[in-house]
């Protein structure tokens, strides 16, 4: 079971621009059936996944999560082997949300854009910081 974690103002999770219109037009962000949770992140972590699972691509988006709307359990959980360690020297841990997320407590969707070098670097400020995504969900035009 998930250590328990100090709430953070904001958790975030990355999504694909076809996704993201398809949970919108479901109304939330399902579990993958074979994973049974959506994966999350806070503003530190979420480059850690970025470069894992889509390094080099410029179409990625971030939802940003209000974690008071999520409405499932969140449980902290060891992310992947070979993530780095916290400053204590204990595994870093992220958030799981068991049960869709309802897109109702997405409060920004942002574009999540590489560096020059292709890697992501966590998002500075998600309120002015990244560009905000098009109406449809689509990241913005350079």
Do not use: K
Not at 29 to 58: C, I, K, M, W, Y
Not at 75 to 101: I, N, T
Not at 104 to 109: H, T, W
């Amino acid at each position: 079971m998930g250590q328990a974690q100090a709430v953070t103002e904001v958790l975030l999770h990355l999504i694909e621009p076809d996704a993201w219109q398809a949970a919108r037009a479901a109304g939330a962000v399902e579990p993958p059936p074979d994973v049974g949770f959506v994966h999350l992140s806070t503003p530190e972590q979420v480059s850690l996944p970025a470069n894992r699972l889509f390094a080099g691509r410029s179409d990625v988006l971030l939802l940003v999560l209000d974690p008071d709307r999520l409405g499932v359990q969140v449980r902290w959980e060891p992310g992947e082997h070979g993530d780095p360690l916290m400053p204590d020297g204990s595994v870093m841990r992220f958030p799981h949300a068991y049960g869709p997320v309802p897109t109702s407590a997405v409060v920004a969707v942002v574009a999540y854009e590489p560096g020059a070098d292709g890697t992501y670097a966590a998002p500075t400020d998600l309120r002015s910081g990244p560009r905000p995504a098009r109406s449809d969900g689509s990241p913005p035009s350079p």
